[in-house]
């Protein structure tokens, strides 16, 4: 059997970096985003606010700086080929130990507490939140997706009946989205999952929201409920940071997964403007 | 592409609609404000969010004494980054005020009453805001960076032990803030997306 052997204290190094860079790097695809709304929305004060976050995106890559200071629970995915061999100790540890460094030397804020009764902060962003997926190969592929949550906290998930249907989906869509309002900090991307079970319907939404702004859904069914989404979304009226104007999402991303007879469960992640990601291969 | 160097951009979004406020706030000074009117704050702020009001209610209501004088005060719902060697502060943008729904009827009651941060708030604090003349200003969510920018000093007044949500006295120079629900309890989230909400 070829195996291929990795050091974890490269994906220590890796890690680390991955911090840093998403929380004070804007994507590419987002800026592009951003920068077109900043012309097109209909609200002068709207226009003003995208201009703003650009400015402040500008900012905090020409001076590493965090775009936001809520940077967030680390969230990682890690893709994992069957034929890798780590050396040097166990990948969850590495993985947090890449975090514990990249947030003290990018001078990034710990907010994570140890026990959600008890709330005593770990002062060190530690645990991360890990999913692992193995796949074919012997290449690791980690994405640090840092979670802000004000975002977070205004994502849901419910658990709909086979006879609700596409309508019941997209009702639901539409509710999670107004009833967020001002708070996600728009303009949003929607992740969404269909299907799975529950827990699994939460980690598509999620995935979702690492999709490139602009894509397109290679599903063209969902291609066209996406952009349908889209368009009503943007009718909602929130606008930038919630004062008005026609640019309340930037994208909509929806995973679809096979779900059980009598299911039909469905999650809405909420991202930020910033929906910070950054992806590093080993 | 912005226009312009970020120099020159900043200056002007300063240089339109400037509403200068001085800190501290009067009640009169806040009662001329408007729901939607653009303002730039300079003097003495004061970070406290979830933990922090936890502390602050509680003080009251044990009738300790408060780490700083409410009146005229301008509470700001934030917890910053580290800040970077030889800089005041690190990223300081607004957090959801929201969360602080629960303890600032009180903290109004107490002379608590203008109050920054971001996003929804719940009627019964827009109804003591209007009782005892609050203001909630809204900072852009987000803009972080940008916003340490207008701090000049920052110190930890209160509460240490809480870390990133112990209350910061922060000195702040031109910070920009939109009026989001004035004296009146006018709202201007309701009436800006109602603006361009497209019934179909």
């Not at chain 1, 209909?42 to 400015?55: E, P, V």
């Not at chain 1, 930038?240 to 909509?252: R, Y």
């Amino acid at each position: 059997m070829k195996t291929r052997v990795i050091k974890l204290f490269d994906v220590i190094t890796l890690v680390e970096h991955l911090c840093i860079e998403a929380n004070c790097v804007m994507t590419s695809d987002i800026k592009r985003c951003l920068e077109k709304q900043a012309k097109e929305d209909k609200s002068m004060l709207g226009r003003d606010i995208l201009n703003t976050l650009l400015q402040n995106a500008e900012i905090a890559q020409t001076e590493s700086s965090p775009m936001c200071q809520d940077t967030g629970m680390t969230v990682v995915f890690v893709r994992v080929g069957q034929d890798v061999i780590f050396d040097g100790g166990f990948i969850g540890d590495a993985i947090n130990q890449g975090v514990r460094q990249g947030y003290e030397k990018g001078f990034l804020r710990k907010s994570v507490v140890s026990d959600p009764l008890k709330r005593i902060n770990t002062n060190d962003n530690t645990p991360a939140v890990i999913h692992y997926d193995v796949v074919a190969g012997d290449e690791l592929t980690i994405t640090v997706a840092p979670k802000g949550f004000g975002s977070e906290n205004k994502s849901q998930l419910k658990m709909l009946t086979p006879s609700q249907g596409l309508q019941g989906v997209k009702d639901f869509i539409l509710d999670v989205i107004s009833e967020a309002g001002a708070n996600p900090c728009p303009p949003i991307i929607v992740g969404v999952g269909i299907g799975g079970t529950m827990e699994r319907c939460a980690y598509l939404a999620k995935k979702a929201l690492l999709r490139e702004v602009g894509s397109i859904n290679s599903d063209e069914q969902l291609a066209s409920l996406e952009k349908d989404l889209l368009a009503q979304i943007n009718q909602l009226g929130i606008g930038p940071a919630g004062f008005g104007g026609s640019t309340t999402a930037m994208a909509v991303h929806i995973i679809t997964e096979a779900t059980h007879i009598a299911g039909l469960p469905v999650a809405v992640n909420i991202g930020c403007h910033a929906t910070r990601h950054a992806e590093g291969k080993l | 592409m912005l226009q312009g160097t970020l120099k020159e951009n900043y200056r002007r979004k300063i240089m339109y609609d400037k509403i200068e406020l001085r800190i501290p706030l009067t009640i009169e000074a806040a009662a001329s404000l408007r729901a939607g009117d653009m303002v730039y704050l300079t003097g003495e702020i004061y970070t406290a969010r979830d933990a922090a009001h936890q502390r602050l209610f509680d003080d009251i209501l044990a009738g300790r004494q408060l780490p700083f004088d409410f009146n005229g005060a301008v509470v700001y719902y934030a917890g910053p980054c580290p800040a970077k060697p030889g800089k005041p502060i690190g990223s300081v943008g607004p957090t959801t005020a929201g969360r602080m729904d629960k303890f600032s009827p009180l903290l109004i009651e107490q002379g608590l009453r203008f109050m920054i941060g971001k996003g929804l708030r719940d009627q019964t604090v827009i109804d003591k805001m209007v009782e005892h003349g609050g203001i909630y200003f809204a900072a852009i969510g987000g803009a972080a960076a940008l916003m340490a920018k207008c701090v000049v000093n920052a110190e930890i007044i209160a509460y240490p032990e809480l870390g990133t949500e112990a209350v910061r006295k922060l000195e702040v120079k031109d910070f920009p803030a939109i009026v989001a629900i004035d004296s009146r309890g006018v709202n201007y989230y309701d009436i800006g997306r109602k603006k361009y909400e497209v019934v179909s």
